[in-house]
C-alpha cells in the first residue's frame, strides 16, 4: 500500500507560480509512474501531467510550457512547478501512483487546493 500527502496549495494572483509536492511513503516509489490530476466545482477530475519511472514526462495541452513536473527518487516525492497560473487553473489538484509492474495498483493522495484569482 501507498500513501500519497500533497502539499503546496494556495491562493495566488494570475500570473503567479506554485509548486506542489507529492510525498509517497514505502519502498517502491522508484518504479511508480506519478502523476498529477485536478477537478475543478462541477467538472470530472483530468489528468495534468505524469511522469513515469524512465522520467517520460506527459502533459495537457492546457498546461504545456507553464507546468514542470519532476520526481527525486531519493526523497520519494514528485513536484509539479506551476507557472504563469490563470484563474481556469483553479481546482483542487490530486497525486496518484500506479505501476505497469503492479496489478491493480492505483493509489490517490487526499488532495489540495489551488486558487488562481483575476
Known amino acids: 500500500q501507498v500513501q500519497l500527502v500533497e502539499s503546496g496549495g494556495g491562493l495566488v494572483q494570475a500570473g503567479g507560480s506554485l509548486r506542489l509536492s507529492c510525498v509517497a511513503s514505502g519502498s517502491i516509489f522508484s518504479i511508480l509512474t506519478m502523476a498529477w490530476y485536478r477537478q475543478a466545482p462541477g467538472n470530472e477530475r483530468e489528468l495534468v501531467t505524469s511522469?513515469?519511472?524512465?522520467?517520460?514526462?506527459n502533459y495537457a495541452d492546457s498546461v504545456k510550457g507553464r507546468f514542470a513536473i519532476s520526481r527525486d527518487n531519493a526523497k520519494n516525492t514528485v513536484y509539479l512547478q506551476m507557472n504563469s497560473l490563470k484563474p481556469e487553473d483553479t481546482a483542487v489538484y490530486y497525486c496518484?501512483?500506479?505501476?505497469?509492474?503492479?496489478?491493480?495498483?492505483?493509489?490517490w493522495g487526499q488532495g489540495t487546493q489551488v486558487t488562481v484569482s483575476s
Open positions: 511522469i513515469t519511472s524512465g522520467s517520460r514526462m
Open positions: 496518484n501512483a500506479h505501476s505497469p509492474f503492479i496489478p491493480g495498483s492505483d493509489y
